[in-house]
């Protein structure tokens, strides 16, 4: 099994510019993640999927962060226009839709905005 | 709403000695998952050990046991012989059963294994 996939690795981008962060999840998972990861404060959850359906945004910092979920294999997340408190790294995650099933979660993409 | 304490920002341990990681939690929920996950420099997050809310037994995997006393809302995990490798940031989280989405993480623990 080839784990949960996100691209780009590594994002350097200017304030102003739109950021696409993208995610494969575990084949035969049903439910997504997106988590956000700072020093200042800590794991944030962003918004969860099941079955490619939006559930929870509240965690959306504001209106500049999108993410869709087009198909069961894949995701992103929007930022648009990105801004220098914007830099973190972005985690996808996929699991079951059950209590008792882990997260996986991807390598994570570390974006800088400048 | 759920919350999840870890309040050992960080621990050291000597090489081949067991440490615990401590973790409490807080919920309305009567049914729940309680996870642990490591994070080493490199950045990914590993998933180690799952317990149930209604598992008579505590968790175990391999050289990580999960010491879980419900009555106390606590979920620590115990590392034993520890190794070099073992230093990471070590994260506590909870899943609850009726918003399964819903995962809550802690702040981590950062974990140094001293030689």
């Known amino acids: 099994d080839a784990g949960v996939i996100q691209s780009p690795r590594h994002e350097v981008t200017e304030m102003g510019q739109e950021v696409t962060l993208r995610c494969k999840p575990i084949?035969?998972?049903?439910?997504l993640f997106w988590y956000r990861q700072t020093m200042m404060r800590g794991l944030e959850l962003l918004i969860y999927f099941n079955n490619n359906v939006p559930i929870d945004d509240s965690g959306m910092p504001e209106d500049r962060f999108s993410a869709k979920m087009p198909n069961a294999s894949f995701s992103t997340l929007k930022i648009q226009p990105s801004e220098p408190r914007d830099s973190a790294v972005y985690f996808c995650?996929?699991?079951?839709?059950?209590?008792?099933?882990?997260?996986?979660f991807g390598n994570g993409t570390r974006l800088t905005v400048t | 709403a759920q919350k999840i304490t870890q309040t050992q920002p960080g621990m050291f341990v000597q090489e081949k000695e067991a440490v615990t990681l401590d973790c409490t939690y807080d919920t309305s929920d009567p049914s729940y998952g309680l996870f642990w996950y490591k994070q080493p420099s490199s950045g990914e997050m590993i998933f180690l050990i799952y317990?149930?809310?209604?598992?008579?037994q505590n968790a175990t995997e391999g050289r990580y046991s999960l010491n879980f006393q419900k009555a106390r809302k606590s979920a620590n995990l115990v590392i034993s012989a520890s190794q070099l490798g073992d230093s990471a940031m070590y994260f506590c989280?909870?899943?609850?059963?009726?918003?399964?989405?819903?995962?809550?993480f802690g702040d981590g623990t950062t974990l140094t294994v001293k030689p």
């Open positions: 989280a909870m899943r609850p059963n009726t918003n399964a989405g819903k995962s809550t």
């Open positions: 084949s035969g998972h049903n439910s």
């Open positions: 317990q149930g809310s209604y598992d008579q």
């Open positions: 995650a996929s699991s079951l839709e059950t209590a008792n099933s882990p997260l996986h």
